[in-house]
């Protein structure tokens, strides 16, 4: 019951952390940048991994795509396959998740789910690795370009995605730890030992007790036969 509980502990976490993870991708806000004027905000700039826009006073956002892959920065490529990476890790850990648990019906023996869910674990803790690096890859970015003071172009802040990443990809190693350490208690489960005495012999099978001092009678095999004993 322990490992169990554990188990759906654990996909509940890893599970969270994925969806969180996932959430980064389409959040727009990976990196903010104001610009502030004498009373209200004149305008925020905002980017992520597929596009750029700005919003000025009135609301109104205006963005543009990346024209090329091939043209974007190197650090934007990295991110872009880590965080891919990791929410396509994380999918395939919640389908062997599913199959290793011991409540789910599906897996094969004791011995098998416990070896899919051991998988499971350390996919999802891939998943949060890739997660993990790729966020502070683009968060390394984004400070060293604000406290280099010979960079003149617009310094940027972090964005609420990143923080948001690193988040899912602590739940996603969390997650992924408890998965592979809620198989010890199938080790520690003492196994039945059966001792093999050798076949049972007619004669002794047929051996009963007689009261008294504890003598045994045998009775053998009767000698006479009726007629019809064989056909």
Not at 81 to 99: E, P, R
Not at 108 to 132: E, H, N, P, R, T
Not at 146 to 174: H, N, R, T, V
């Amino acid at each position: 019951m322990a490992s169990t509980a554990l188990e759906i502990v654990a996909f509940t976490v890893s599970i969270s952390g994925w969806v969180l993870v996932s959430s980064t991708l389409p959040t727009d806000y990976w990196k903010v940048s104001t610009i502030d004027g004498t009373v209200i905000t004149t305008a925020t700039y905002f980017a992520n991994l597929w596009k750029m826009c700005v919003t000025d006073s009135t609301g109104v956002a205006n963005c543009k795509d990346f024209p090329s892959m091939l043209a974007l920065e190197g650090y934007i490529q990295a991110c872009r396959g880590l965080m891919i990476a990791a929410v396509s890790l994380g999918f395939f850990g919640s389908i062997f998740a599913l199959f290793g648990m011991k409540c789910t019906k599906v897996g094969g023996s004791d011995k098998a789910k416990a070896k899919l869910a051991c998988l499971a674990g350390i996919v999802f803790i891939l998943s949060g690795l890739c997660s993990m690096t790729g966020c502070s890859l683009y968060a390394n970015k984004i400070t060293t370009e604000f406290f280099d003071p010979l960079f003149m172009e617009q310094k940027y802040e972090l964005g609420a995605a990143l923080f948001i990443g690193w988040a899912g990809a602590s739940l996603c190693i969390i997650g992924g730890v408890i998965f592979c350490f809620s198989i010890s208690d199938n080790n520690k489960t003492p196994r039945m030992s059966y001792t093999y005495n050798g076949p049972t012999s007619v004669t002794s099978s047929r051996t009963k007790y007689h009261g008294g001092e504890g003598d045994f009678k045998t009775t053998g095999p009767s000698k006479q036969f009726d007629k019809n004993a064989y056909v």
